[in-house]
């Protein structure tokens, strides 16, 4: 039986975040009688409001804390039964990387190693699940032409994407090494409602809307493939219940821009939901100095994931964007 569905409770970490958010949403939504503990430091990147809506929920425990505490963890531990972890806590901000990089490396690198070692030991030798969830960044970037697939080369480039690359290769050591049984998870970039402010979506709507420039890097060109959240939550769970151990799966929206483009996409539907009496909100984009190192094209072929366990991306960008914008629109104008 999967784990997920034992009577038991799952250990989820960084769910204040923007993924791990909508991600316990979605699962207690489908698996209303699972226990989910959501262990997060509220690092800056971390809001308990973003998962208010389950604070009287008697099946959801929140407690604030750091994945490298190794006492608290294994406290957990002590006290209920895990029968599952999902890590999604990290540091998530590849800018944030560049400037001050020892963090990352801590809690990216640190953490995964506490999880892991605190589930091998109480867990010992038991059949229970551990799911990383990673990022397609750890293959480096790609020319203009080409996917990342499951077989791709490890090729990290910045601080924040070598920590997740050297986290996944623990996640598979404490599988070849010790058995357990771990799945890992490499996704594309995620929008949708509940992502920080910092990044790149929400920095374009925010500055459109309070009439500031809308700042894109470099020349604009880099591309990116965008997976809607609510898509990405699914396919976890999917990995989560049915994935076969030591397997890695890829997850991918199909939906490749530009960033020059998806800054014009969201104006023309600010143009039209909100419009400025300044005229088009194209006119605040502004291009700046590009970031260090910055990938050029990362792309997802998620044949294998699509193949195997049934899993396809559903909502079309242009929808998703919408009600990104939407939700987006009703947290800064009620600021
Ligand atoms: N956002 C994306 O587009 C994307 C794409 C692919 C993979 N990922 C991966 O998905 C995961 C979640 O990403 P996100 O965008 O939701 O990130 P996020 O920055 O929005 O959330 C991270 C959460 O982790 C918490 N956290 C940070 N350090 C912690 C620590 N030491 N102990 C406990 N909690 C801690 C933060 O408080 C925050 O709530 C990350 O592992 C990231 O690498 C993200």
């Known amino acids: 039986m999967a784990s997920h569905l034992l009577n038991n409770a799952i250990l ?3 769910g204040a975040g923007f993924i791990g958010s ?3 949403s979605y699962f207690l939504g489908k698996y209303p009688k699972t226990n989910v503990i959501n262990l997060d430091k509220l690092t800056y990147a971390g809001d308990i409001k973003n998962t208010a809506e389950l604070a009287k929920n008697p099946n959801y425990t929140f407690v604030e804390g750091d994945i490298c505490d190794t006492e608290l963890v294994k406290n957990l531990f002590h006290e209920h039964t895990i029968s599952g972890v999902i890590n999604f806590a990290a540091e998530s901000h590849v800018d944030n990387s560049i400037s001050s ?3 990352f490396i801590k809690t990216n690198i640190e953490g995964t190693f506490t999880l892991l070692e605190v589930a091998r030991k109480f867990w010992n030798g038991k059949n229970y699940r551990f799911h990383h ?3 397609d ?3 480096g970037s790609l020319g203009i032409d080409g996917f990342f697939t499951e077989k791709s080369s490890y090729q990290p480039n910045s601080p924040y994407s070598a920590s997740k690359a050297s986290s996944d290769f623990l996640v598979r050591s404490y599988h070849h090494t010790y058995g357990m049984n771990v799945v890992t998870s490499n996704c594309s970039n995620n929008y949708g409602p509940k992502q ?4 790149l979506i929400p920095t374009i709507i ?7 420039k809308i700042p894109i890097y470099g020349n604009g060109k880099n591309v990116r493939d965008w997976l809607f959240v609510e898509d990405h939550c699914k396919g976890i769970d999917v990995i989560y219940s049915h994935g076969v151990a030591g397997e890695t799966y890829l997850l991918g929206g199909n939906n490749e821009f530009d960033n020059l483009t998806i800054a014009n996409k969201i104006c023309e539907i600010l143009d039209k939901k909100v419009p400025s009496n300044k005229g088009s909100y194209k006119n605040q984009i502004e291009f700046v100095e590009d970031r260090l190192g910055h990938d050029f094209r990362y792309a997802i072929d998620a044949s294998k994931i699509k193949a195997e366990l049934g899993w396809k991306s559903l909502e079309s960008f242009q929808s998703g964007l919408e009600k990104t914008v939407d939700w987006y629109l009703k947290k800064y104008q009620s600021k």
């Open 101 to 103: 990089p020892k963090q």
């Open 196 to 199: 920080h402010d910092e990044k």
């Open 133 to 135: 969830i990673s990022t």
């Open 206 to 212: 925010k500055s459109a809307i309070k009439g500031l």
């Open 22 to 24: 909508n991600f316990i």
């Open 137 to 139: 960044e750890v293959y």
């Open 12 to 14: 989820i970490t960084g």
